[in-house]
Nanobody, 120 residues
Framework: QVQLQESGPGLVKPSQTLSLTCTIS??????????WTWIRQPPGKGLEWIGA???????DYSPSLQSRTSISRDTSKNQFTLQLSSVTPEDTAVYYC????????????WGQGTQATVAA
């Protein structure tokens, strides 16, 4: 059974960098069959795709967030990490990591989500 677990600080000050880690168990981040993805949901709004990392380490980012986003991975720890720089209160959201099953073009496993609040 695959499990994804987000971790990171719940509170970040404006202009700082939000760093979140997703730890994968029951599956390998090195699999060819999946992209590993970050998605967020601001309060009262819908889901927003942030970006993803492939087995090769290459990444794709949302155009609206690309200039502030970096996704990396640590294969030895079976983890991938989101860094979002220069945060503002508009970046307050529940952040999810998810596994994108390439063949199905769908997310088959999600983390439970972690609240990140940007406030002074």
């Amino acid at each position: 059974q695959v499990q994804l677990q987000e971790s990171g600080p719940g509170l970040v000050k404006p202009s700082q960098t939000l760093s979140l880690t997703c730890t994968i168990s029951g599956g390998s981040i090195s699999s060819n069959s999946y992209y590993w993805t970050w998605i967020r949901q601001p309060p009262g709004k819908g889901l927003e795709w942030i970006g993803a990392i492939r087995r090769s380490g290459s990444t794709d980012y949302s155009p609206s967030l690309q200039s502030r986003t970096s996704i990396s991975r640590d294969t030895s720890k079976n983890q991938f990490t989101l860094q979002l720089s220069s945060v503002t209160p508009e970046d307050t959201a529940v952040y999810y990591c998810a596994r994108d099953k390439i063949a199905a073009a769908s997310y088959d496993y999600w983390g439970q989500g972690t609240q990140a609040t940007v406030a002074a």
